[in-house]
Nanobody, 126 residues
């Protein structure tokens, strides 16, 4: 059974940085895409970034390009989201997700991910 455990959230001032981690367990992830999503109060869950586990190809939402970086450490079965130049509008619960039956057209869609972590709160103060 796949388990995803996020950590690294917290309170930071605008312009600051945080690094989120997602430790994955339960199987090998060579065929998986790993995604980060976020959900702010009263809003729908939205795509932030994704990485193809095997090849390392990355994808980003337009609103985080140049500020956030997704990466993975195969030896540690961990996916990271480095967040720089944080803004108050980045405040949300951030979720890690995994999916094996993905396509490039669907990897930004939260409904296409089967496995989710519990989420970690990120709060950016102005």
């Amino acid at each position: 059974q796949v388990q995803l455990v996020e950590s690294g959230g917290g309170l930071v001032q605008a312009g600051g940085s945080l690094r989120l981690s997602c430790v994955a367990s339960g199987r090998t992830f060579n065929s998986y895409v790993m995604g980060w999503f976020r959900q702010a109060p009263g809003k729908e869950r939205e795509f932030v970034a994704a990485i193809i586990w095997s090849g390392g190809f990355t994808y980003y939402a337009d609103f985080v390009k140049g500020r956030f970086t997704i990466s993975r450490d195969k030896a540690k079965n961990t996916v990271y989201l480095q967040m720089n130049s944080l803004k108050p509008e980045d405040t949300a619960v951030y979720y890690c997700a995994a999916e094996s039956r993905w396509t490039r057209a669907t990897l930004m869609a939260p409904n296409d991910y089967d496995y989710w972590g519990q989420g970690t709160q990120v709060t950016v103060s102005s």
